[in-house]
């Protein structure tokens, strides 16, 4: 069985890789300063299928929004207790909402975040609508965060 390397669509060197983490502010001696966060392949393998399965079931999902957020007080369940205050990302679905043109006459597409998933048509003993939403992605979070100096991490 042969291999062949297909680059990845946004796929960049590891040496810029490398310059854009050292251009990322590292406050020095922040204790709650995250390197970076690290997600299993099962975990990214699960939100991938669950994405998928929503846009063959009717959804518009078009992709994935990240953003940058920290660990606060009073989240269920709660995160490990070393993760207060620590930075993280979260993973958000998203779907094309509108298309226009930029100054230099590109087409580009305008991505909404969404959390209210499907609706299906459902009996109601009541009499009324009855629908059944139904998102089965939310909001992506949970992965383990990184110190400054972690076994296995490359980049500065």
């Not at 299906?120 to 110190?147: H, V, W």
Request: charged letters at 25%.
């Amino acid at each position: 069985m042969e291999f062949t390397k297909r680059p990845l669509i946004g796929e960049i060197s590891q040496a810029d890789a490398q310059k854009m983490v050292a251009a990322f502010p590292s406050p020095a001696n922040d204790p709650n300063y995250t390197k970076s966060v690290w997600f299993s392949l099962e975990q990214m393998d699960q939100l991938v299928t669950l994405l998928k399965s929503e846009k063959l079931m009717g959804a518009e999902t078009d992709g994935v929004r990240i953003y940058f957020a920290r660990y606060v007080d009073g989240l269920v369940p709660p995160p490990p207790a070393e993760y207060k205050d620590r930075n993280t990302v979260i993973f958000v679905s998203t779907k094309a909402v509108g298309r226009a043109q930029t100054a230099d006459n590109q087409e580009t597409t305008f991505h909404e975040d969404y959390f209210t998933g499907l609706s299906f048509p459902a009996p109601n003993e009541a009499g009324g609508d009855g629908s059944i939403k139904m998102k089965t992605s939310g909001a992506e979070n949970r992965g383990e965060l990184c110190q400054p100096r972690c076994q296995g991490v490359t980049l500065p």
